[in-house]
């Protein structure tokens, strides 16, 4: 059974940096796609950014630029660094991993509990 847990959130003053990591356990992710993706109050979930096993990310046009995805596959872990953050960055994140392309993240991939990122002063 797939397991993945996050951490990493927080909060955090507007200009700031958080790193979120998200480590997989239950199988082996080095050939599919890992990512994060968010959801806050009252809007629907989306996709922050995604790795794909070769390497290609892929961002959300709001964090192009201010977040950067990694991923470590000796670890099965997928890290995601964000700076310069707003207060519009405020959100549940969750981590998603597990998908063979990332336009099927959401139906195929496995999730993560969310964690909370909160940017405020």
């Known amino acids: 059974q797939v397991q993945l847990v996050e951490s990493g959130g927080g909060l955090v003053q507007p200009g700031g940096s958080l790193r979120l990591s998200c480590a997989a356990s239950?199988?082996?992710?080095?050939?599919?796609?890992m990512g994060w993706f968010r959801q806050a109050p009252g809007k629907q979930r989306e996709l922050v950014a995604a790795?794909?096993?070769?390497?290609?990310?892929s961002y959300a046009d709001s964090v192009k630029g201010r977040f950067t995805i990694s991923r470590a596959n000796a670890k099965n872990t997928v890290y995601l660094q964000m700076n310069s953050l707003k207060p519009e960055d405020t959100a549940v994140y969750y981590c998603?991993?597990?998908?063979?392309?990332?336009?099927?993240?959401?139906?195929?991939?496995?999730w993560g509990q969310g964690i909370q990122v909160t940017v405020s002063s």
């Open positions: 239950g199988s082996a992710f080095a050939a599919y796609v």
């Open positions: 790795i794909t096993s070769g390497g290609t990310t």
């Open positions: 998603n991993v597990g998908a063979p392309t990332i336009a099927i993240m959401a139906d195929f991939g496995s």
